[in-house]
């Protein structure tokens, strides 16, 4: 077989065509070669980020988002060492607040006026008017363009876990919290966790 590709090869090389069949053999896999070269792999990692970002937008109700930042961020915790099993409640402030695109149009008109006397009088009256824009959807009708939406804001983190009592282990768990939510450290609590 080895002899057979460098006779194969020496004949190349001394310049002798390759036949219809090979070059078409050769062409046809240059072409799936470059085929999986350019299809893009699915990465799992990138499925199930995009997935949980797109919940968190998708949930109406705020015991939804809540329920959803407690259980993301005890998976979380429950990796810290000294952590132990862990449990954690979210308090948020208020609902989520969807911000409608509006366009603004204003006018002026100067209107001048002579009184009896000779004298005259100008006038400036500016009015502004503001109207919501809407987006067509596929099915025809319409609904505000949303330009942007704010999620609610957190007010307080309660922490129950199984290392609550180590000092070091309830400085990492509110460091964490305040890393990830912004809140404030006397808005954190981190309590033991009972045997039960």
Not at 20 to 36: A, N
Not at 53 to 71: F, H, N, R, V
Not at 94 to 119: L, R, V
Request: net charge negative.
């Amino acid at each position: 077989m080895e002899s057979k590709w460098k006779s194969y090869l020496a004949g190349l090389r001394k310049g002798e065509k390759i036949p219809k069949k090979r070059q078409l053999l050769i062409l046809l896999l240059v072409g799936i070669l470059l085929m999986v070269i350019v299809l893009p792999v699915p990465d799992g990692r990138e499925g199930s980020e995009e997935k949980g970002i797109q919940a968190a937008g998708e949930m109406a109700d705020t015991s939804d988002y809540e329920a959803y930042l407690e259980e993301k961020t005890a998976r979380t915790l429950q990796y810290v060492e000294g952590v132990g099993e862990v449990k954690v409640m979210i308090t948020l402030k208020s609902s989520a607040q969807k911000i409608i695109e509006k366009d603004q149009q204003s006018s002026s008109q100067t209107t001048e006026e002579e009184d009896s006397q000779g004298g005259t009088r100008t006038s400036n009256d500016i009015s502004s008017d503001r109207t919501s824009i809407y987006e067509q959807n596929s099915d025809g009708s319409q609904s505000p363009y949303v330009s942007k939406e704010l999620l609610p804001e957190i007010e307080g983190v309660v922490v129950i876990a199984d290392g609550g009592d180590n000092a070091v282990v309830v400085q990492n768990i509110t460091e964490a919290v305040q890393a990830l939510f912004g809140v404030e450290a006397h808005k954190i609590k981190i309590m033991k966790r009972a045997d039960t």
